[in-house]
Structure formats: structure tokens, C-alpha cells
């Protein structure tokens, strides 16, 4: 049950160690990429140095400030208005503020929520969802039950209605990603030098994703799922999946057990993703490289060097999980990796459906894969390569959207054309093509074939002369303005100060808008600015769209995102807060005079991400999937009790949100 702080009251907070992180967190959410040298050494242009000539030759370094700086960079009134929508459903906005008070920074161990609002438990992490599965019980976990029961880590969510067709926001199909997992904190006494069979399988089967038939009443109130409902679907990390597009019986792509390089065991690590307007979930494979060991006993150059853009271990692994299953041993299977890194479309109205890994849209660290239609009914998806110094993407349809064809629309995602994005200084920006043959993508390059630049994306980042950006995560357009939003969460490797980020290290983010040449995701060329720089509001060198900082909340590390049907952007958190208090939900306008006033809606129990974050169509139903509650702890030593509290042990849960006081029932209204 969620805490209402009194808004007023200041909770003391231990003081911030800037940059230093949870070991734990980043050992087994990322395989401690933090602490290595970041992978990409092409010579191409940080965003930083992008931003530092663009405003110096703007001559704005003499204003003084970054506020000051990123202000004479914003776009004039006229620019600022709204923009008509571009997708199959238009939102109608009000203008209406955003109409609660803010809670506090705290370190609760509790979903904390703005007045007015509370909260119930959906579903947690080994809750039965299959015919057949128990009831969970810490002390009595297999394999065989885990696979019929919720996954661990719930990231991103999804709501489908019932019927696939309807605007319906009070039965759904709830769909969650498990992104990874979590030993120490399922396992009494976990030996991370010796997991044993069992530990290693019950977390394979912990990983992927869930389907849940979920329903609310109709005057509102919490949501509640179904445990026997036919949609009910477990994807783990041995699910039958097949690859399409241009990669797919590559040889690259093919294994001892699979010599057609067209069929694939399971989804690992995924993170974000996005609903496709034919009513299918696209879920991105994110850190996939951690689960993979022995890169040292690579004979082949050129694989070796491509596991090595993407920081595959050179020994064994964290996990463990190669000493068991020989397809995560490099020395034995060396082509597996390539498998992994891929969005993969899941049909969750059809029970029967085999997972697609959809080659075409290259392979990366994905972090979300978010779609919207072009002029000419193309489908674009945006998605993000979250590691420091990484790109940013576009992938555009050759097919057109029929809103008639289902069928049709099924297989849009297999033929189109990847860009990667380029910033320049004059505030322009360019989506490049990734096609084999146009500029260096060529074999006298490293590039034989369209089948590699996919397997090989980063790559063919570097060649083109893509910008190097702070760790891009979820990317995400506007329904009301059109503009595009993409979060960049941090970047703990940087090194030397810029006027737009002049944190050394950068722990804390900023926010970038893009404006699409006539607003129209089809486009090659955009305008870009800062949105946001995350921090203190204290600290002169942040920045919130122009708002008076001393009304907006301290915000740091913006991880996902969704939009209300006001456009209002809802920004979930996931690392170092400038408080040093526990993650959040922050809502923001993004139009009119309260743009950029950033306000604390929520924040999670302690040790926890904030994810989703999810509305329904209505937008009076908002979830929260709770990720990794406790970390930093043991099963010994718990540091969280949520969401079961007394003596419990953590579980990772979504929580369902609604307005429970009187008035408007709109979240957030």
C-alpha cells in the first residue's frame, strides 16, 4: 500500500556520493559496464563536443550559465506551438496543469504517491499466471514452476484491450518485460562462484517476458489479474523464437543446434520496447553481452573483434550459466551472441504466436523500440543503444500500414531502412542511412553484406560518423506536439566539462527534443535542443525548458517515459538522484507557461528502478513495475521488505495507481 507524505515535510537524506553507483545493479543489470572502458573508440563527435561549438559559435558562452546558454538555443513562441499528431490516435488536449502537489524526496521503504492517490499490488514476481502453477514459496523454487509463474524484474509494461480493436481501459492484456535477475536476492545462501543447475535454469526461466488478463471496475479503482485466463503466456529464456529480416541464415547466425541461422532459444535482458498500431508488443534485448563467457578462446578476428565492440566477457561470466548450457560458452558456440541483441514482436492475443526477432532493426543494446506512423503510413520505431558514448535509431518501414490488414501488417517490421542519428552544431540533425554499399558500409570497410551492417549495427555507427551520446535510453514521440523525446540517463566516463553538461562525471542526464522536418517520423533531417538538464535545482548548471527552478522537483538519471493525453511527459528514474533519495515517477509539461515544471508524482521502495511507467488510454490508471526492490542487499541482509513488509523478503511487483480522492479521476488532473 503506497505512503502519503506530507509534501511539506523535508526527509533527511544520507549525503550524495556523486558517481559512484550500487556494484550489485550494475553487476547483473548491465554486467558492470560502468566500471570498464566504454566500448566505442570510433573518432566520431560526442554530443558534448556537438553542443560546446554549437554554442560557442552562437557566441552565447559569454551569457554565463548552461540556463543561460540553453535558453538562446531554444526554439522562438512560434516554434513552441503545438504541432498536429501523426498516428492512429489523436489525443485531444485541454491545456489543463498538472493538479498535485509534489511529494518530498525520501528513502521509504514503500511505493510513495502524491496525495490523493494509493495504490494496490497487481502482481509480483512468482505469482502463478499458467494452469498447473503453484503458489510461490521462496524456499521450494523450480525450474518447471518458474516458467508458469511471473518472471523477475518487471521493466517495461504494455496494456492491450479487449477486444484488440477497442479503446477499452477497464480489461486488458497486461504485458511486462523481465529484463534480468537477481541471485542474491532469490536464493538463501547463493554461492555466486558455485550457482548450482537449479539457480542458474530457475533464472533462465525468470527472464523474458509475461502475459497477464488483467480488469478494473468501471468506476475505477485498482486492477487485478487474472491467474487462468487463456491469454496467460510466459516467454522465457528457452522460448522457440525465429530470426527474420536481412540477417537471418546468416552464417553468422548459425550454431551447431541451429544451421539454418533462422531459429533462436529464448530472449535475455529485456529492457524497454513499445506497441505496434497492429496491436502486437516490441521488446528489446539490452544487455545480452553479460551472459556470455570466454571471448579469450576466439580464434576468428573478425568475430572476435564484433564481441568486443559489444564487451563481451574474456573469461567466464558473473553468472555462471555457461558451465551448464554450452551455447553461452564462446569456446564452444561462438556465433550464439550474434543471436541476441535483436527486438523481438510478440502477438499477445495469440497464445500460439512464435516470438520474431526482427533483424532489420539492427542489433544493439536496445533500450525501447517505440512506434508512430509516417505521412505516407510507414512505421517508424525509435529505439536507443544504452551504453555511454553510443547512438541513437531510427528504423522506417518499405510497407505501408493497413489498418484493414492485420496479416499485412505482421510482417512490415521485416524489410525497411535503419538510420542512426547525427547531431550538428547549428542545431540540425540528420537520420543516416545504414545501407551496405552507400558510403564506407562496404566489404573493402569490414561490411560483405545489409546482413552484417545488422549484426554488426554499432559498427556501422562508427563508420558514418554517428554522435556519440550519454547513455540513450527510452525514445519517444509526443502524441500532442509530435516532437520526439529521448532520454539521456548519464554518463559516468566523462571527463571533461562542456556548456551542455558540466558535470564531471555526468551522474545525473538531461532530456533531448527533436523536431522532425514538417513533424513527420518519415523524415532524414531534424532540429534538436535540450529539453532538460537533470540535477539539483540548486546547481546552476541545470536546466528545466526555461522554468523558475526553484519551483520544479530535484530529478536525476531519466531512464523510461510515457505521455499523457495532455502531452505531458512522465519521466521514470534510475540512478543517482541529486537528493540521494530513492527513485521516481516525475511528471512534466512540455507546452504553454508550465513547460518545464518537473514535479515528483512518486518514488519506489529502497534499492529500486522505476519502471514502465504505464496509462491506460483514459489515463485514469497509471502503473509502476517496481524493478530489483532491495538491491544492494541479500536474502541475510535485506535492505527492502517491500511489497509483503514485516520480515518478508523483496519481490519485484507492478503496482497499479489510481486518483482516490474525490474530483477529477484523470491521473494527474
Avoid at 485531444?92 to 496543469?97: D, E, M, S, Y
Wanted: a negative charge; aromatic letters at 10%.
Amino acid at each position: 500500500m503506497a505512503s502519503n507524505l506530507d509534501p511539506h515535510r523535508r526527509i533527511e537524506l544520507p549525503l550524495l556520493q556523486v558517481g559512484r553507483g550500487n556494484h550489485k545493479s550494475c553487476r547483473w543489470g548491465c554486467g558492470d559496464a560502468c566500471s570498464k572502458e566504454p566500448p566505442n573508440r570510433s573518432g566520431n563527435e560526442t554530443y558534448a563536443a556537438v553542443v560546446e561549438r554549437a554554442l560557442s559559435r552562437r557566441s552565447f558562452l559569454a551569457a554565463g550559465g548552461v540556463g543561460a546558454l540553453v535558453l538562446g538555443a531554444a526554439a522562438s513562441p512560434a516554434e513552441a506551438s503545438e504541432y498536429p499528431p501523426v498516428g492512429p490516435y489523436r489525443p485531444n488536449p485541454t491545456g489543463r496543469r498538472l493538479a498535485f502537489t509534489p511529494i518530498e524526496p525520501n528513502n521509504v521503504d514503500d511505493v510513495v504517491l502524491a496525495e490523493g492517490y494509493d495504490d494496490r499490488i497487481l502482481i509480483a514476481w512468482g505469482d502463478p499466471i499458467r494452469p498447473g502453477a503453484p503458489e510461490f514459496d521462496f524456499d521450494a523454487q523450480s525450474p518447471a514452476d518458474q516458467a508458469r509463474q511471473f518472471g523477475y524484474n518487471n521493466d517495461y509494461l504494455a496494456f492491450f484491450p479487449l477486444p484488440w480493436w477497442s479503446a477499452n481501459s477497464f480489461i486488458g492484456l497486461l504485458w511486462a518485460n523481465h529484463e534480468y535477475t537477481n541471485p542474491e536476492l532469490m536464493f538463501r545462501n547463493y554461492d555466486e562462484d558455485n550457482p548450482t543447475r537449479d539457480q542458474v535454469d530457475i533464472q533462465i526461466q525468470a527472464h523474458g517476458g509475461s502475459i497477464v488478463l488483467i480488469q478494473r471496475g468501471k468506476r475505477g479503482g485498482p486492477f487485478r489479474h487474472r491467474p487462468l485466463s487463456r491469454y496467460n503466456r510466459r516467454i522465457t529464456g528457452t522460448t522457440p523464437m525465429r530470426l527474420d529480416g536481412p540477417a537471418a541464415g546468416d552464417d553468422l547466425l548459425k550454431t551447431s543446434r541451429d544451421p539454418s541461422g533462422r531459429r533462436v532459444r529464448g530472449m535475455l535482458n529485456n529492457c524497454a520496447g513499445g506497441v505496434t498500431p497492429w496491436g502486437t508488443v516490441l521488446t528489446g534485448e539490452e544487455n545480452f553481452h553479460q551472459y556470455f563467457a570466454n571471448l579469450d578462446a576466439v580464434t576468428d578476428e573478425r568475430v572476435r573483434a564484433w564481441h568486443e565492440r559489444y564487451v563481451l566477457p574474456e573469461g567466464e561470466s558473473d553468472r555462471k550459466w555457461e558451465r551448464y548450457h554450452d551455447r553461452f560458452d564462446l569456446a564452444k558456440e561462438p556465433n550464439e551472441p550474434f543471436r541476441f541483441g535483436w527486438v523481438v514482436e510478440i502477438d499477445p492475443y495469440d497464445p500460439d504466436f512464435t516470438p520474431r526477432k526482427h533483424t532489420a532493426l539492427g542489433r544493439v543494446k536496445h533500450e525501447g523500440a517505440t512506434t508512430t506512423l509516417t505521412r505516407d503510413k510507414r512505421v517508424a520505431v525509435y529505439t536507443g543503444d544504452d551504453e555511454r558514448f553510443e547512438y541513437f535509431y531510427k528504423f522506417v518501414t518499405k510497407g505501408r500500414y493497413r489498418w484493414w490488414d492485420r496479416k499485412h501488417n505482421l510482417g512490415l517490421l521485416e524489410k525497411g531502412t535503419l538510420y542512426v542519428a547525427k547531431l550538428s552544431d547549428d542545431g540540425t540533425g540528420k537520420w543516416i542511412p545504414l545501407r551496405h554499399g552507400r558510403g564506407p558500409l562496404t566489404a573493402a570497410n569490414g561490411f560483405a553484406s545489409q546482413a552484417e551492417v545488422q549484426i554488426n549495427t554499432r559498427g556501422a555507427g562508427d563508420l558514418v560518423g554517428a554522435t556519440k551520446m550519454d547513455r540513450p535510453e527510452d525514445i519517444q514521440r509526443n502524441p500532442v506536439n509530435g516532437r520526439i523525446y529521448v532520454n539521456l540517463t548519464n554518463n559516468t566516463a566523462r571527463t571533461a566539462p562542456d556548456p551542455g553538461n558540466p558535470r564531471v562525471p555526468n551522474p545525473f542526464g538531461h532530456v533531448l527534443e527533436l523536431r522532425e522536418d514538417g513533424d513527420d517520423p518519415g523524415a532524414t533531417s531534424f532540429r534538436w535542443r535540450i529539453f532538460l538538464l537533470c540535477g539539483d535545482p540548486a546547481d546552476p548548471d541545470t536546466y528545466f525548458a526555461g522554468y523558475p527552478k526553484e519551483l520544479v522537483s530535484p530529478i536525476g538519471s531519466p531512464d523510461n517515459m510515457t505521455f499523457d493525453n495532455e502531452g505531458n511527459i512522465w519521466l521514470a528514474t534510475d540512478g543517482t538522484q541529486p537528493t540521494g533519495g530513492n527513485n521516481g515517477l516525475f511528471a512534466c509539461p512540455t507546452k504553454g507557461s508550465e513547460r518545464g515544471h518537473v514535479q515528483l508524482f512518486a518514488t519506489v521502495p529502497v534499492g529500486a528502478e522505476t519502471c514502465g511507467p504505464l496509462l491506460t488510454r483514459d489515463n485514469r490508471s497509471l502503473f509502476i513495475a517496481v524493478q530489483h526492490p532491495g538491491e544492494g542487499g541479500t536474502v541475510e541482509e535485506p535492505t527492502s521488505h517491500w511489497p509483503d513488509g514485516g520480515d518478508s523478503l523483496p519481490r519485484p511487483a507492478v503496482t497499479s495507481i489510481w486518483r482516490s480522492a474525490e474530483g477529477d479521476p484523470t491521473i494527474g488532473q
